[in-house]
C-alpha cells in the first residue's frame, strides 16, 4: 500500500470511528432536557412563594400552560418587602443569600443584583452582661456519631449548662426550631449535604427585590391571588381543584409548593386521601413559630449582633449591607421564643417586651431612642403558620417520602420538601419547583 | 498534583534505561459522559435566564507518552501516561461560564506490532488509572465561595485500545497515525453535581462512566 493510500484510509476510518459514537450517544447528547417533549396539558401551581413562582417561570420558558393560585392577597410566600419604614427597603422574610453557590447565586450573576457578604460582628448576652467571647464554645453540633437527640439535651450532655439555654436557643432557631424540638442527629445528617457555601451574603435591595423582578414579573399575569385553595381530587384523568369560594379548576398536573404547615394540618383535602405514610412524613417534618420584628431607633446603641437574649435570642443591626443608614434593629425570633411573644396578643405587647429586653441590655437606651417598629408575624399567617421547615428527633426519611409525587399527577414543591440539604432556603425552595417540573415532564416521557 | 506529575517523571525515566522506545503524540479527543451530561442538562434546563447554553463536555485536546520497556516477539508492554483537556464555555450577559475538566491516566500498556519493520500496524491495548479535575471560572476568574475555588476530583479505571500505521518520515523520526478508543466504566468523582449545578444528590449518581476516543498522531525515534 502506498503512503497516501494508507493515509487516505486511516483518515475515512478514523473519521468514521468519532462519527459513529457520536451518532450512536446523540440522544444523550442534547444541551438540555426535554427538547423534544411537547406538552399540551394545564398545570395548576398551589402556592406563589420562591418554589411555585420558579416552577411557572419554568413552564412559561418551555411554553407550557399553567396558572398559581397563591391563598394570600399577595405573591413572595416568606419574602417580603417593606417600604417606607427605613430610608431603605426592608427584608420582611428571607434576607440573607447563605451562600453563594446556588442557582440563586447565578441568578445574582447574571442579573448583576448587589449583594455584600455579610461579616458583622457578634457579641453575646450572658449572665446578664454582653460579652464578646463565650466561655465555652456552644457549636457543637457537627461531631461524628451524634444520637438522635435535641440540641437542649445535647447541651446539657456536653457540659453546657442553663447559662447557655439562650445561645442554645438561637443556634437552633437559625434552623427554624426550639432547642427542645431540633435533633442533632438529623439536622447534622441532612447538614452534610449543604453544598452552597458558608458565608451568609446581604442584598442592597432586598431578597423579594430579585425574586420579583427576575422570575414573579415573567409570571405575574398567571398568578391568582386571594384563592384559598380547600380541595384536591386527583380520582379522574382531569385533577379538579376547589377553592373556598367553591370556584372549580381543572388540571392535568399540579404541584403544591404550600408550607408544610398547611399539609400537615390538612388544610387541603385530598380525593382519594393521601396514604398514611405520606401524612406521617408530613407530620414528622418540623416547622415552628417565627416573626421578625424592626425597631427602629433616634440613635444606635446597639452592637451589629446580639445573641441569647431571653425574650429574642437574636438582634440584627438590619441597616448592614444596606446604602442608607436608618438606625433598624431586627429581632429576629423563632421557636418558644416565638410562640410566647405571639401569646401577648399585641404588636405593641411584642415591642415592648422587646424593648425591655434590649433595655436591660442598653442601661435604657432603646426606650429612650425608640421611634416606632413593625411585626412581622408569619406565626399567625393562616397560609405559612411559622418560619420553616427543621428536621425533627426521628424523622428518618420524611422529606423524601413527603416529596414523593403521587400518581403521576400531583407533585410536592417547597423548602420542606427539599432532600439535599437546601430546606429552610429560597434557593433551596427554587430547585424542587425545577425538580418537579423535570419530575412530571420525565413522567410523561414515561 | 506537582507529586504526581513528578512521579511520573521519575517512573519515565527509570524505565529509559531499558528502554527500547518511547513515543510522544497529540491528538483530539471526544468524550462522552453519561451522568455529567445529565448534569448539564439539567443546569441547562433550569435556568432559562441562560440564554446561551452550557455546552456538554465533548471535545478536547490531549497529550501522551508511551513508553515501552520489554519485548517478546512481536509484544510489547511499558508504561503510558496521557492528560487530556476538555473545556465548555458559555457566553452570557454578565455571566461567562467556564468548565474546565482535566484527565490524567497513568497506566500499562501491551502492544502488538512488526517493530522490524519500519512501516508497521501496530495495535494496543492499555489499562490505567484515570484522574479528573474540574473546575469552574465565571467571567474569566476561578469561581470562590468560602475562600476556595470550586472543584470536584475524581478518580477510576480506564481501558484503551489504540490501533495505528507507523510510517517513515526521516531517517530519525516515524510517525503514526492513530485512532483511539477507551472506556471508563466508572469514574468517582462526587463534587461534579455541587461545581456544575451548585446542588448535591439531586440529579442523580456521584459517578459516571465516561466514553471517549481520539484521534492523532504520535512520533518515535527511528530504531533504525
Known amino acids: ?446 | 498534583m506537582t507529586r504526581q506529575l513528578l512521579f511520573i517523571l521519575m517512573l519515565t525515566i527509570a524505565s529509559a534505561a531499558n528502554a527500547q522506545e518511547f513515543n510522544g503524540g497529540v491528538s483530539y479527543q471526544y468524550i462522552s459522559a453519561t451522568q455529567w451530561n445529565k448534569i448539564i442538562q439539567t443546569y441547562n434546563f433550569s435556568r432559562p435566564f441562560m440564554v446561551q447554553k452550557q455546552p456538554l463536555f465533548s471535545g478536547g485536546g490531549s497529550v501522551s507518552f508511551t513508553k515501552l520497556f520489554t519485548k517478546h516477539k512481536h509484544i510489547s508492554s511499558g508504561v503510558c501516561f496521557s492528560y487530556a483537556f476538555v473545556k465548555s464555555k458559555s457566553t452570557n450577559e454578565n455571566f461567562i461560564n467556564t468548565l474546565n475538566l482535566h484527565f490524567i491516566n497513568i497506566g500499562y500498556t501491551i502492544r502488538y506490532s512488526d517493530i522490524d519493520k519500519a512501516k508497521a500496524a501496530f495495535g494496543e491495548i492499555s489499562f490505567s488509572a484515570a484522574t479528573s479535575g474540574l473546575f469552574r471560572n465565571v467571567n474569566g476568574a476561578s469561581f470562590i465561595y468560602d475562600d476556595a475555588k470550586s472543584k470536584a476530583f475524581g478518580i477510576g479505571g480506564n481501558i484503551n485500545f489504540k490501533a495505528g500505521y507507523w510510517i517513515n518520515v526521516n531517517k530519525k523520526f516515524d510517525c503514526a497515525p492513530y485512532l483511539n478508543v477507551g472506556y471508563c466504566p466508572y469514574l468517582y468523582a462526587p463534587n461534579t453535581e455541587v461545581v456544575i449545578n451548585e446542588t448535591r444528590g439531586l440529579i442523580g449518581k456521584d459517578h459516571t462512566g465516561i466514553f471517549n476516543a481520539q484521534i492523532g498522531l504520535m512520533i518515535r525515534k527511528n530504531s533504525n
Open chain 1, 1 to 446: 500500500m502506498k503512503r497516501r493510500d494508507f493515509l487516505k484510509q486511516s483518515a475515512f476510518v478514523s473519521i468514521g470511528g468519532l462519527l459513529l459514537p457520536s451518532q450512536l450517544l446523540s440522544s444523550c447528547k442534547k444541551d438540555s432536557l426535554f427538547e423534544e417533549i411537547k406538552f399540551d396539558g394545564k398545570v395548576l401551581i398551589i402556592g406563589a412563594g420562591a418554589a411555585g413562582l420558579y416552577a411557572g417561570y419554568l413552564l412559561q420558558s418551555k411554553g407550557i400552560d399553567f396558572q398559581i393560585l397563591e391563598a394570600g392577597a399577595n405573591y413572595g410566600g416568606r419574602l417580603g418587602k417593606l417600604t417606607g419604614f427605613a430610608n431603605f427597603p426592608v427584608d420582611l422574610g428571607a434576607q440573607w443569600l447563605h451562600g453563594k453557590n446556588s442557582i440563586v447565586g447565578d441568578l445574582i450573576k447574571s442579573s448583576k443584583t448587589k449583594i455584600t457578604i455579610d461579616e458583622s460582628s457578634t457579641v453575646f448576652w450572658f449572665n446578664n452582661q454582653l460579652i464578646s467571647t463565650l466561655p465555652k464554645n456552644p457549636y457543637i453540633f457537627e461531631d461524628k456519631n451524634l444520637p438522635d437527640i435535641s440540641f437542649k439535651d445535647y447541651a446539657v450532655q456536653k457540659g453546657l449548662g442553663t447559662e447557655y439555654k439562650n445561645i442554645i436557643e438561637n443556634i437552633a432557631g437559625d434552623q427554624g426550631a426550639a432547642a427542645s424540638l431540633l435533633s442533632v442527629y438529623f439536622n447534622n445528617l441532612e447538614e452534610k449535604n449543604w453544598s452552597s457555601g458558608d458565608d451568609d451574603y446581604k442584598f442592597e435591595e432586598t431578597y423579594f427585590d430579585l425574586i420579583d423582578k427576575q422570575i414573579a414579573t415573567p409570571v405575574k399575569n398567571k398568578i391568582r391571588e386571594n384563592t384559598i385553595v380547600k380541595k384536591i381530587d386527583y380520582s379522574l384523568d382531569t385533577i379538579v381543584i376547589t377553592d373556598s369560594e367553591n370556584n372549580i379548576y381543572n388540571a392535568d398536573k399540579v404541584i403544591i409548593t404550600v408550607p408544610i404547615t398547611v399539609l400537615k394540618s390538612n388544610d387541603i383535602e385530598f380525593l382519594p386521601g393521601l396514604s398514611s405514610v405520606k401524612t406521617t412524613a408530613f407530620s414528622k417534618i418540623g416547622m415552628g413559630a417565627g416573626m421578625k420584628v424592626f425597631l427602629k431607633f433616634s440613635n444606635k446603641f446597639f452592637d451589629e449582633n446580639i445573641i441569647g437574649g431571653n425574650i429574642c435570642a437574636a438582634y440584627a443591626d438590619e441597616s448592614i449591607g444596606k446604602i442608607q443608614d436608618d438606625n433598624i434593629l431586627l429581632a429576629f425570633i423563632m421557636g418558644d421564643q416565638a410562640d410566647y411573644l405571639t401569646s401577648l396578643g399585641s404588636d405593641n405587647a411584642i415591642t415592648a417586651a422587646l424593648l425591655q429586653e434590649l433595655d436591660q441590655m442598653y442601661n435604657g437606651a432603646a426606650s429612650a431612642s425608640f421611634i416606632g417598629s413593625h411585626v412581622q408575624n408569619y406565626t399567625t399567617n393562616p397560609f405559612i403558620k411559622g418560619a420553616y421547615s427543621y428536621s425533627t428527633i426521628g424523622m428518618g426519611d420524611s422529606r423524601k417520602i413527603a416529596a414523593q409525587s403521587i400518581d403521576k399527577k400531583i407533585y410536592f414543591a417547597g423548602e420542606a420538601m427539599n432532600i439535599n440539604g437546601h430546606h429552610q432556603t429560597v434557593h433551596g425552595a427554587i430547585e424542587t419547583g425545577y425538580r418537579e417540573v423535570i419530575n412530571m415532564l420525565n413522567d410523561l416521557k414515561k
